[in-house]
């Protein structure tokens, strides 16, 4: 009977998360699935969604930056 | 927390993964940006995001299947249970599809280049957009190199462009140019110069021709307004035009200005870029001409409306502008519609303002005269001029200082001409300045409104009043355009008030009515003993010629009448205002002949009591007064052949004629009692009803009243005199009755000789019988055997003519068109007595 439940639960969380990745790329995000899957745990635990964005964006960033060091470097 | 902040870190930044210093400081910059403002304060609700997502997909592929698909999953989305937070979730992949800044849009956004026609289904707005793949030449392109091979090329859209930029601000450019033309009477006309080397093809030429055309239209426009500028005693409503017209050049100018920037834009990228950057950049940003074209095209219309609105301002002043402006708003097309409602918003402030003014505080500000009330500049000054004759006329009740004299009569009859004078022609009331959304009946209250109140303030001296009114209106809200309604109310109650106020003054602090009441009692004779007791105090002196007269004498009698009458008991305001007075006579007239009572009257009552009214009282009370008189002749010549014939007089062989005089005598009082009886029963009483009707109801404004008065006395002129409407004949019956009055008079002094040839008759009788008894009693008097006979003859010749003249007038009242007036011949000849003889 709980296995049951759980099962359900599981696949209605799987199904949301589906949807939600799917949104993500229509809008174009470019967030993978298991970022995605992070960043609403997130949310879901309170954090302030155009915060978190500004956090996505800084870190896209960040990692340009970086890469552009590295290939500075390599050179 | 942290733990999937570092999660999150590693999965974007793979670099992280090796060092741990760069992934520490990562996420506690992170924990920084979560811990800081960012969009703490608000949170739209998920109606607003879906709309503003769906917008983004459709900017992005105009199919609108993405948005769709995004609705669909929305709703998927809320069916599921899992998420608490799905609004959240959605906020932030929406600002995370959003916050990357779409390239080549710019200031221009409504503009933005079209969608590059690339078959990816999700186009990637972040990655800068894949340059095109070299194709082989197009058509154009094959074209341009011919015309380049024959040294003929097009001349290169970006310096047209800028011409026509220039044209857009009414400035010729290089290669297109108005025609040299400095009168604006004639037609401008747009020259292409050609060179050798370019040539402009003709589509250009028609696109720069329709471009050209908003530029000629702001020239117009500009030159307007500059002129306007520069003149001076240019009307408030037009200033506002101006005004207005100004600030919607600088929208335009502001336009311009944005073109201008992004023309210089793609002209600094065709000059570093290659030859492929550039048309593909012109093509994403660039400024071209049908661009251009595009951003115009809403102008254009405004620059018609306003050159439009232009035009008519030259010959339109004021109200009339206002109604020119008005006559666009019927337009079907909703653009211009709100833009000349905007227009007129603006126009119609300073109108507006003069209306609050006008309606509330009855002041008249309108230095170039644009408002449809105008001031009559002669009248002006009456304000000034009004206060201290009043206070002249009021401040001593004590005497009659400011009646008195005759050396002031030409000051008096000059202010006195003030009061209606001054309501009717101060302010005049102007229809073709009447804007058109205010309506004549509209239009008609508020100047009525407006010349009451100005003249409550000024005439009736009441100022405190206005001044409160117009403080507790200030709180009501202002006037405008766009509430014509709340206009209309505000009209309707301002006109009410004033309207109640005005009679309230008039009734209540100058006592119209107790005025009214006096002309009626004093110089209608509705105070009959008053009017008794004047006759007989009066009646000496009146017999005598006109120059005996003196104006004291007949003051003191006046005095002794009130005194000895009712009439003491009236208002001493009243009693002062009466004044015995004499017209002007010529030689041979006799006191009844220019006998008057006058009522004085001053500003404001003058205005309902005007001197006209004061005439038509004057001529009423001749007229009453003469009836009077000879209905008290009547009654002592009565007494006299009723009582002294019988008991005195013995000449028997007379008492046939003295039967025939007494006959006689009965008709004359009979027709002058019904001509009395109808006058002020019929006549007086029945109009004063309706005018007392008229002012207990308190409607309407001070035109109604003066109106009312007007019609009461009218309708007793007409009546009381006996007028008839017909032209030519108007007088004939009165004529009649004043003949009959003085064949009275004549046969009363007939009947006098008569009665006083019997007196010596009988006298001479008892004489001659004392004689025979010889008694003698004095010396026999001469007797004369004509007399006799001739004094017959003259009471039959008068009795004669009055009953000739009687049934005349009796016939002719028969076929009185008025009502009432063929009523009173009836009342005469109540027993067919009258009946024409055959």
């Not at chain 2, 001509?675 to 019929?682: I, T």
Request: aromatic share 8%.
């Amino acid at each position: 009977m709980s296995s049951s439940r759980d099962a359900d639960r599981i696949s209605s969380v799987q199904q949301t998360l589906d949807i939600l990745h799917e949104m993500s790329q229509l809008l174009n995000t470019q967030l993978d699935k298991e970022t995605l899957t992070t960043c609403v745990r997130m949310i879901e635990s309170g954090v302030n969604p155009e915060a978190l964005a500004a956090v996505i964006q800084e870190l896209r960033r960040e990692n340009g930056r970086l890469v552009l060091q590295q290939d500075a470097n390599a050179r | 927390m942290a733990q999937a902040l570092e999660a999150l870190v590693t999965a974007l930044v793979p670099a992280s993964r090796d060092g741990h210093a760069l992934r520490s400081d990562l996420v506690a910059h992170c924990e920084d940006i979560l811990n800081s403002h960012i969009g703490g304060h608000n949170e739209p609700d998920l109606g607003h995001l879906s709309d503003l997502i769906k917008r983004q997909l459709l900017q992005s592929s105009p199919t609108g299947a993405a948005s769709l698909k995004f609705t669909n999953l929305l709703s998927r989305l809320l069916d599921q249970p899992v998420l608490l937070r799905k609004q959240a979730s959605i906020h932030f992949l929406q600002s995370l599809a959003g916050s990357p800044s779409q390239p080549g849009v710019g200031f221009l956004p409504v503009l933005g280049p079209p969608p590059p026609p690339r078959t990816s289904p999700s186009p990637s707005p972040v990655e800068p957009p894949v340059s095109r793949l070299p194709k082989g030449k197009s058509r154009a392109d094959i074209l341009r190199d011919y015309r380049l091979k024959n040294g003929r090329p097009h001349l290169p859209e970006n310096l047209l462009l800028r011409d026509t930029l220039y044209l857009l601000q009414g400035i010729s450019g290089k290669y297109v140019r108005f025609s040299a033309q400095d009168d604006s009477e004639t037609e401008n006309k747009l020259l292409f110069v050609e060179d050798s080397k370019h040539v402009i093809s003709s589509p250009t030429k028609a696109l720069i021709l329709r471009l050209a055309e908003v530029g000629h239209l702001y020239t117009r426009v500009e030159a307007f307004v500059r002129e306007r500028e520069e003149a001076s005693g240019v009307g408030m409503i037009e200033q506002s035009l101006c005004h207005h017209l100004q600030a919607q050049l600088t929208e335009y100018y502001r336009l311009i200005a944005i073109l201008e920037s992004q023309m210089s834009a793609s002209s600094n990228g065709t000059r570093d870029g290659s030859l492929e950057g550039r048309s593909l950049r012109e093509e994403e940003t660039g400024l071209t001409l049908r661009r251009l074209d595009v951003w115009i095209t809403e102008w254009r219309l405004r620059m018609r409306m306003m050159s439009v609105c232009v035009e008519g301002a030259r010959g339109a002043q004021g109200g009339a502008l206002v109604n020119l402006i008005h006559s666009y708003t019927d337009n079907g097309d909703p653009f211009v519609r709100k833009f000349t409602d905007q227009l007129l918003e603006e126009v119609s402030k300073p109108f507006f303002a003069t209306l609050h003014k006008w309606l509330f505080s009855g002041e008249l500000y309108d230095p170039f005269s644009e408002f449809f009330v105008a001031m009559d500049p002669t009248l002006a000054h009456m304000q000034s001029l009004h206060p201290s004759s009043l206070a002249g006329g009021i401040a001593p009740p004590s005497g009659d200082g400011g009646f008195g004299g005759f050396a002031d009569v030409d000051d008096i009859s000059v202010e006195r001409e003030g009061g209606l004078k001054l309501w009717e022609a101060k302010y005049q009331f102007q229809e073709d300045m009447l804007p058109m959304f205010v309506g004549e009946a509209f239009g008609n209250k508020i100047f009525s409104t407006g010349k009451s109140l100005n003249f409550i303030r000024y005439s009736c001296h009441d100022s405190d009043w206005v001044v409160t009114r117009e403080k507790m209106s200030n709180t009501g809200g202002t006037l405008k355009y766009s509430d014509i309604a709340g206009l209309e109310r505000s009209i309707d109650t301002a006109y009410q008030i004033a309207s109640q106020r005005l009679f309230e003054v008039f009734i209540d602090k100058f006592k119209l009515l107790d005025h009214l009441r006096a002309l009626k009692n004093y110089l209608l004779l509705g105070y009959g003993d008053f009017a008794d007791q004047l006759m007989e105090a009066l009646n000496g002196s009146l017999t005598r010629p006109a120059n005996a007269l003196y104006r004291h004498n007949l003051t003191a009698t006046l005095e002794t009448a009130i005194r000895s009458s009712n009439a003491q008991n009236d208002p001493p305001d009243v009693l002062r205002r009466l004044d015995a007075r004499m017209l002007e006579y010529s030689h041979g007239e006799i006191g009844w002949d220019v006998f008057i009572l006058e009522y004085k009257v001053e500003p404001p009552i003058d205005t309902v009591l005007d001197p006209d009214s004061m005439v038509k009282y004057l001529k009423l009370f001749k007229h009453l007064w003469q009836m009077k008189r000879i209905e008290g002749t009547l009654s002592v010549g009565w007494m006299r052949i009723v009582g002294g014939a019988r008991t005195f007089l013995r000449v028997p062989e007379l008492e046939p004629q003295w039967h025939q005089i007494r006959i006689v005598m009965a008709e004359m009082i009979h027709f002058i009692r019904q001509m009395q009886a109808y006058c002020q029963l019929e006549v007086i009483e029945c109009s004063w009803k309706v005018l007392l009707d008229f002012l207990n109801k308190k409607e309407g404004d001070m035109d109604a009243m003066i109106e009312a008065h007007r019609s009461y006395l009218d309708r007793m002129v007409k009546k009381v005199l006996l007028l008839s409407p017909k032209s030519g004949k108007q007088e004939s019956v009165l004529n009649l009755v004043t003949e009959v009055f003085s064949t009275i008079l004549m046969f009363r002094e007939a009947t006098d000789n008569f009665y006083n040839y019997c007196l010596s008759e009988s006298a001479r009788r008892d004489g001659q019988l004392d004689a025979e008894r010889g008694v003698y009693t004095g010396t026999e008097p001469a007797h004369d055997p004509d007399t006799l006979p001739r004094l017959i003859q003259q009471v039959k010749d008068y009795s004669g003519v009055f009953s000739e003249r009687a049934q005349t007038i009796v016939h002719q009242l028969q076929a009185h068109p008025d009502l009432d007036c063929r009523f009173l011949g009836i009342r005469l000849s109540f027993s067919d007595f009258y009946r024409r003889k055959t």
